[in-house]
């Protein structure tokens, strides 16, 4: 049984540890930091065999990502046999997707230096309808475990009936807004209802609780759609929790997660993540679209896993997802903390518009201070801003200053960053330390 300890005041499940009301705490720092690594689902559906997951492994190799820090190769819905379990009572890979199973496929990916992930859902069926996990949580966490798995990704999908929540939550993309505020109330939840004891929260915590018996780290990574004010318990229930329902390759649909992510920044911090959902880059949006979608999901913190087919992918778009700055920025080791907006732009300050997020971003690092600035329209816009509007910067008149997607320093820049922004692109900086003003 789980016990609590005085000394950590922590909740001690198997050899893990989630801090009472922080964080999930796994074995070997997994989770202290956002995932990298690749999924299935954006750009192959249920269409998946073997030879996929082989393929976008030996990618990472080939392209330079896994030296970026790109690790996991996740399977997403549909590798199974469906509708049955085995005599034990065990999922059955599709052994013609799988011919040598999960663990055969593990084997390989661990042979190349990286890792593999898994799906299911809380729930009677996955969201293709095959064999799911509600009810079943220990058999399948040690299947997995004896499997090879290190991560899973646990999704939502047809909640029996007796285990749907007595209230609702307001979700943006599910209930009607004014400015982000739920206008109709009805079937929502009392102010000061304690999401911990939703259903939901229970459905995901029994697979955490399972997880946390095995002798291998898995990391947690719960699809519950952004329902239950997930925010209240996601952090100590997973690594990190999907905050919105699933991302597309629209554009409109990229700025709408974007905008409402932009409001959960205070989440974030080591060992929890608000996922965005997969990247698109690669998958038809534009490049300077593309430039921004990374720049943003890696400023957020969110987990990055490429979405799209490595073996197309435009060595251009490549580049985009290994810049070396923003992986750096979302994997720093010292500072937890994401990017927050600090200017709107187009709108006043704290405005929720799923077509104009935020513009003006900046963040702390080891490296120096991220400075973003969106262009949220169709054609080139002159975007500026003051050192001393940015939160980071304590006063100062001039900063050496890095420009992120060249790589080239701009030297000892005075009192304000500046650029012309091409249309939906982001202008991005690292802001270094002070420097003398008569070096301008």
């Given at each position: 049984?789980?016990?609590?300890?005085?000394?950590?005041?922590?909740?001690?499940?198997?050899?893990?540890?989630?801090?009472?009301?922080?964080?999930?705490?796994l074995d070997d720092n997994v989770g202290r930091l956002p995932a990298l690594g690749w999924n299935s689902w954006n750009r192959f559906g249920c269409d998946i065999t073997e030879s996929q997951f082989l393929t976008a492994a030996q990618k990472f190799v080939d392209l330079g990502l896994k030296?970026?820090?790109?690790?996991?190769?996740?399977?997403?819905?549909?590798?199974?046999?469906?509708?049955?379990?085995?005599?034990?009572?065990?999922?059955?890979?599709?052994?013609?997707?799988?011919?040598?199973?999960?663990?055969?496929?593990?084997?390989?990916?661990?042979?190349?230096?990286?890792?593999?992930?898994?799906?299911?859902?809380?729930?009677?069926?996955?969201?293709?309808?095959?064999?799911?996990?509600?009810?079943?949580?220990?058999?399948?966490?040690?299947?997995?475990?004896?499997?090879?798995?290190?991560?899973?990704?646990?999704?939502?999908?047809?909640?029996?009936?007796?285990?749907?929540?007595?209230?609702?939550?307001?979700?943006?993309?599910?209930?009607?807004?004014?400015?982000?505020?739920?206008?109709?109330?009805?079937?929502?939840?009392?102010?000061?209802?304690?999401?911990?004891?939703?259903?939901?929260?229970?459905?995901?915590?029994?697979?955490?609780?399972?997880?946390?018996?095995?002798?291998?780290?898995?990391?947690?990574?719960?699809?519950?759609?952004?329902?239950?004010?997930?925010?209240?318990?996601?952090?100590?229930?997973?690594?990190?929790?999907?905050?919105?329902?699933?991302?597309?390759?629209?554009?409109?649909?990229?700025?709408?997660?974007?905008?409402?992510?932009?409001?959960?920044?205070?989440?974030?911090?080591?060992?929890?993540?608000?996922?965005?959902?997969?990247?698109?880059?690669?998958?038809?949006?534009?490049?300077?679209?593309?430039?921004?979608?990374?720049?943003?999901?890696?400023?957020?913190?969110?987990?990055?896993?490429?979405?799209?087919?490595?073996?197309?992918?435009?060595?251009?778009?490549?580049?985009?997802?290994k810049n070396r700055h923003l992986l750096a920025f979302n994997q720093d080791p010292v500072v937890g903390k994401p990017a927050a907006p600090y200017k709107w732009g187009t709108n006043p300050q704290w405005t929720f518009n799923a077509s104009f997020p935020a513009e003006f971003w900046s963040?702390?690092?080891?490296?120096?201070?991220?400075?973003?600035?969106?262009?949220?329209?169709?054609?080139?816009?002159?975007?500026?801003?003051?050192f001393s509007e940015i939160p980071e910067l304590a006063g100062g008149d001039a900063y050496e200053v890095l420009d992120v997607w060249s790589d080239k320093s701009l030297g000892c820049v005075r009192e304000k960053l500046q650029a012309d922004v091409e249309g939906f692109d982001t202008a991005?900086?690292?802001?270094?330390?002070?420097?003398?003003?008569?070096?301008?």
């Amino acid at each position: 049984m789980p016990s609590i300890t005085a000394r950590t005041g922590a909740l001690l499940l198997g050899s893990h540890m989630i801090s009472q009301g922080l964080a999930l705490v796994l074995d070997d720092n997994v989770g202290r930091l956002p995932a990298l690594g690749w999924n299935s689902w954006n750009r192959f559906g249920c269409d998946i065999t073997e030879s996929q997951f082989l393929t976008a492994a030996q990618k990472f190799v080939d392209l330079g990502l896994k030296d970026a820090g790109y690790e996991y190769v996740n399977i997403d819905d549909c590798w199974q046999v469906k509708d049955r379990r085995d005599d034990e009572g065990r999922m059955v890979p599709d052994p013609e997707r799988f011919p040598d199973g999960i663990s055969g496929t593990a084997d390989k990916i661990h042979d190349m230096g990286l890792k593999i992930g898994i799906y299911s859902s809380a729930g009677d069926k996955t969201c293709q309808g095959y064999v799911a996990s509600i009810r079943n949580e220990e058999t399948d966490a040690a299947t997995w475990a004896e499997w090879g798995v290190d991560y899973l990704k646990y999704d939502n999908c047809y909640i029996p009936g007796e285990m749907k929540d007595e209230c609702n939550y307001c979700v943006p993309e599910l209930t009607k807004l004014e400015n982000g505020t739920c206008v109709d109330t009805k079937g929502l939840c009392p102010s000061d209802y304690d999401y911990h004891k939703s259903n939901s929260a229970k459905r995901f915590t029994a697979m955490r609780d399972a997880l946390a018996k095995q002798d291998r780290t898995i990391l947690y990574s719960i699809c519950e759609w952004g329902t239950a004010n997930v925010q209240q318990w996601g952090n100590e229930t997973g690594s990190s929790w999907r905050m919105s329902n699933d991302i597309d390759p629209s554009w409109k649909r990229i700025l709408d997660i974007w905008n409402q992510n932009s409001f959960q920044m205070h989440y974030v911090d080591f060992w929890g993540h608000p996922d965005a959902d997969m990247l698109e880059v690669g998958n038809g949006i534009t490049l300077p679209q593309s430039r921004s979608h990374f720049a943003f999901w890696a400023a957020m913190k969110s987990p990055l896993l490429i979405g799209c087919d490595l073996e197309k992918a435009k060595p251009e778009e490549i580049e985009v997802m290994k810049n070396r700055h923003l992986l750096a920025f979302n994997q720093d080791p010292v500072v937890g903390k994401p990017a927050a907006p600090y200017k709107w732009g187009t709108n006043p300050q704290w405005t929720f518009n799923a077509s104009f997020p935020a513009e003006f971003w900046s963040g702390a690092s080891s490296n120096g201070t991220l400075v973003l600035m969106f262009n949220p329209h169709d054609d080139t816009r002159f975007k500026s801003s003051t050192f001393s509007e940015i939160p980071e910067l304590a006063g100062g008149d001039a900063y050496e200053v890095l420009d992120v997607w060249s790589d080239k320093s701009l030297g000892c820049v005075r009192e304000k960053l500046q650029a012309d922004v091409e249309g939906f692109d982001t202008a991005a900086f690292l802001v270094g330390g002070k420097c003398e003003v008569d070096e301008v």
